[in-house]
């Protein structure tokens, strides 16, 4: 199997998107490869750190500073260029920075812990969930009966409606397709450019599909 690294960090980037709220998700932020934490528009990675110890943001701020570059030094035990560590240091977000120093008066962006996979409790499962969660676009169906304020109940037994008043295949197609709107009329079909008008063939009105089942269903 061929592990590759760009798809993975991009894939983990998109699980850990929203941005932290409290101190305690501040400090708790990974440091390497945080699209947050960037230099030139790009994130950082500094392997002689990473390997000394320095992972998170609590490993060099302390109480309601970054720790000095002498304390960093003694700290992680290795020889660096103090305007490399503090440039390191800007480039944390001001945002950050507020909720660290306790200086944040307006109330932030609510983000909730379930958006997030953390570490002890990631699977393969959790992460496909997340995927299908973000990437899944809003059926038709759905928002429709939300603005008809259907409930979940009410819901769920509309869908399993094709399913349950017949066991003729196509007949259940057919109600499965009423269901999502995806009966073709000629609405629609002309909106695809795949007719050339959008009348009705018994009434000559616009064809859509509560027109064709409630104003011609008594057509021949």
């Given at each position: 199997m061929i592990f590759n690294c760009k798809e993975t960090?991009?894939?983990?980037?998109?699980?850990?998107?929203?941005?932290?709220?409290?101190?305690?998700?501040?400090?708790?932020?990974i440091v390497w490869h945080n699209h947050h934490i960037k230099i030139e528009g790009y994130s950082i990675y500094y392997k002689k750190l990473h390997d000394a110890g320095l992972t998170k943001i609590e490993d060099f701020f302390q109480g309601n500073r970054f720790l000095t570059f002498e304390e960093f030094c003694s700290k992680f035990k290795i020889k660096r260029n103090f305007l490399n560590y503090y440039g390191q240091c800007h480039v944390v977000p001001q945002k950050w920075i507020n909720i660290l120093k306790?200086?944040?008066?307006?109330?932030?962006?609510?983000?909730?812990?379930?958006?997030?996979?953390?570490?002890?409790?990631f699977s393969c499962r959790s992460a496909t969930k997340f995927f299908v969660?973000?990437?899944?676009?809003?059926?038709?169906?759905?928002?429709?009966?939300?603005?008809?304020?259907?409930?979940?109940?009410?819901?769920?037994l509309i869908y399993s409606l094709p399913f349950n008043v017949t066991k003729d295949t196509?007949?259940?197609i057919f109600q499965y397709k009423i269901i999502h709107h995806i009966?073709?009329?000629?609405?629609?079909?002309?909106?695809?450019?795949?007719?050339?008008?959008?009348?009705?063939?018994?009434?000559?009105?616009?064809?859509?599909?509560?027109?064709?089942?409630?104003?011609?269903a008594g057509g021949p």
């Open positions: 960090l991009c894939a983990w980037q998109k699980i850990n998107r929203s941005s932290p709220n409290t101190k305690k998700q501040v400090l708790n932020e306790g200086n944040v008066t307006e109330p932030l962006e609510k983000c909730s812990e379930k958006d997030k996979i953390s570490l002890d409790k969660k973000s990437e899944f676009v809003t059926l038709t169906v759905e928002r429709r009966m939300k603005e008809a304020s259907l409930k979940g109940h009410t819901t769920q196509r007949l259940t009966l073709p009329k000629n609405s629609a079909l002309f909106r695809d450019s795949v007719k050339e008008h959008n009348k009705c063939h018994l009434c000559g009105e616009r064809q859509t599909l509560t027109h064709l089942f409630e104003s011609t």
